[in-house]
């Protein structure tokens, strides 16, 4: 069964001129933000999409160009896709399989 991936990425320009990333996370985010057809999560060190494959690997290339129009001269992109095909996952079922098994554990 083919269906949605959940991918996480993280995009880090190299060599620029201050040590902050976070105009470029945001400016690599607004490409999500345009995107009405998939889901997606900022954390702390990644970002979670949630789409068909094809259009998870065009954003994700779409967000790699993004700090390269911002003067960066490298840019290095980290993606780790999860492809389940025996059933539907979501972000949300993801996390709530975990919280039912920490619920469980400290019942006891």
Not at 71 to 83: A, M, Y
């Amino acid at each position: 069964m083919k269906g949605l991936v959940i991918a996480q990425v993280t995009i880090i320009p190299t060599g620029t001129a201050n040590p902050s990333l976070s105009r470029y996370v945001a400016a690599c985010f607004a490409v999500l933000k345009e995107a009405k057809d998939i889901s997606y999560e900022l954390t702390a060190m990644g970002t979670i999409i949630q789409g068909p494959m094809e259009r998870v690997l065009e954003l994700i290339q779409k967000m790699h160009e993004v700090p390269f129009t911002q003067g960066s001269q490298r840019v290095i992109t980290i993606i780790s896709i999860d492809d389940r095909r025996d059933k539907a996952i979501t972000i949300e079922s993801k996390v709530q399989a975990v919280h039912n098994l920490v619920g469980k554990t400290n019942s006891g």
